[in-house]
């Protein structure tokens, strides 16, 4: 109700209806928490460029929430969605998710602009088109995250995934800390490559549902 109150006079939903540096409510509560303490702090993260992992793999992959697809119910079932140069590039029917890499960290891999990629860790590994581009941190890449189709290119075997699903490449270790739920998508480190094994074509999802579709009708 307070909130809600100091929102409708323009005020900040905090005890002082202010922008606070240091937390009253959080110094009240929990003046000692480690992970989320009543002033902002920076904490390296468990798998970035100061990890030992940083070692095997290079690049940071950050995965925000999809521009242009929400979640996987539109891309795996309208097409059109893939008509969009930054969501999606079909090559041979299979739509590839776009990841977006610096022309630096590109041009050391030999990557470039439409190549089909292989990026992976010690999770797993999946197939892209990479988009090399200025617009981000050079030793970062970006691959919109939580509408990958998981298509694996050996249906029914733990092979590479031809959709672009980077929830194969991310941790499922949940944010530290006894009051902070949440999961840690961007603390990802990653490699990538040109993928110079033959492609295969299509997808096996929709051969499936219009084999369905054909029989319902």
């Given amino acids: ?30 003046p000692n928490d480690p992970v989320r303490g009543p002033m902002a702090f ?15 793999y ?9 521009r242009f697809g929400f979640h ?13 140069p930054e969501h999606r590039q079909v090559v041979d ?11 630096r960290r590109a041009a050391e891999r030999g990557i470039h602009d439409r190549d089909i990629v292989r990026v992976w860790n010690d999770r797993g590994e999946i197939l892209c088109m990479a988009k090399v581009t200025n617009r981000l941190e050079e030793h970062t890449v970006h691959l919109y995250g ?11 075997k733990n092979s590479i995934d031809k959709g672009g699903c980077a929830n194969i490449l991310t941790s499922p270790d949940m944010i530290e800390g006894r009051h902070i739920p949440g999961m840690t998508p961007n603390s990802t480190l990653v490699e990538m490559e040109v993928y110079k094994q033959p492609l295969k074509p299509g997808m096996v999802l929709n051969e499936l549902l219009e084999k369905a579709n054909g029989e319902v009708k």
């Fill in 146 to 156: 939580s509408s990958g189709m998981y298509e694996p290119a050996e249906p029914g």
């Fill in 72 to 84: 996987t119910q539109y891309d795996q079932h309208n097409k059109w969605l893939w008509e969009v």
């Fill in 42 to 56: 920076y904490k390296p993260s468990r798998e970035g460029h100061c990890s030992p992992l940083y070692e095997k």
């Fill in 93 to 103: 029917g299979m739509p590839y998710a776009i990841i977006r890499i610096h022309p």
């Fill in 58 to 66: 290079k690049l940071q992959l950050i995965t925000p929430h999809p």
């Fill in 1 to 30: 109700m307070v909130r809600d109150e100091c929102m409708a006079e323009g005020k900040l939903g905090t005890r002082t209806g202010k922008i606070e540096f240091v937390s009253e409510l959080l110094e009240e509560k929990e």
